[in-house]
């Protein structure tokens, strides 16, 4: 099915660091969603976007939704240990319908 | 806390034997589910849409036959892996969309199946 393209695949860097990922997507969507899922369990919701540049934090966490509504990003600032895991973006174009997946993005920490 | 359960969380079966996983949703009503299926080291790939009260909308690809899906209530939708194979060993998870002021799709937490 319809992927989004999200970047990077994976990202190694040491505890206090800042990260960024984004995703990028060829149709316009009206809702951007970034979850986290670690081994073996389902994904979590971290941020949820439905206006065209808003800019939403939940703790370490900062997301965006693009302008032009193809394209999200995610910050973490000063990681830690615990925010290893896959982040997902994932985006909606009509209510009611699946929600579209990027391929997600492994983060490792090193402490 | 959680607000969609899945169960079982793991499952061993005979080739030939058939699954079935529950999805509910715990503190809200969920008129569409959906149902996905991910592969170790992948991203979730959609397989039907659940909605409650009528058939399952399958993704291309996706055997309706074979994956049986059942949403009889407003929290609780059903997925039965029929005459199952090695090859249907994957974790499905499955999530229910809250609809209150905004649209969120919470997801559950899974359930892995291996097929001897």
């Known amino acids: 099915g319809q992927q989004l393209n999200q970047s990077p695949q994976s990202m190694f860097i040491q505890e206090g660091e800042d990260v960024s990922m984004n995703c990028t997507s060829s149709?316009?969507?009206?809702?951007w969603l970034w979850y986290k899922q670690d081994p073996g369990e389902g994904p979590v919701l971290l941020i949820a976007l439905y206006k065209a540049g808003e800019l939403t934090s939940n703790g370490r966490l900062t997301a965006q939704f693009g302008i032009t509504r193809k394209d999200s990003f995610l910050n973490i600032s000063a990681s830690i240990p615990s925010d290893v895991g896959i982040y997902f973006c994932a985006g909606r174009g009509q209510a009611g319908t699946a929600l579209i997946f990027g391929k997600g993005t492994t983060l490792s920490v090193s402490s | 806390g959680a607000v969609v359960s899945q169960h079982p969380s793991r499952v061993i079966c005979k080739s030939g034997t058939s699954v079935k996983i529950e999805c509910r949703s715990l503190d809200f009503q969920a008129t569409t589910m959906f149902w996905y299926r991910q592969f170790p080291k992948q991203s979730l790939m959609l397989m039907a849409t659940?909605?409650?009260?009528?058939?399952?909308?399958?993704e291309q690809g996706v055997e309706k036959d074979k994956f049986l899906i059942n949403h009889a209530s407003l929290t609780l939708s059903t997925l039965t892996v029929t005459s199952a194979h090695p090859e249907d060993s994957s974790f499905y998870i499955c999530?229910?969309?809250?609809?209150?002021?905004?649209?969120?799709?919470?997801f559950g937490p899974g359930t892995r199946l291996l097929v001897l």
């Open positions: 149709s316009i969507f009206n809702t």
């Open positions: 659940s909605n409650e009260g009528s058939k399952a909308t399958y």
């Open positions: 999530s229910a969309t809250r609809t209150s002021g905004q649209e969120t799709q919470y």
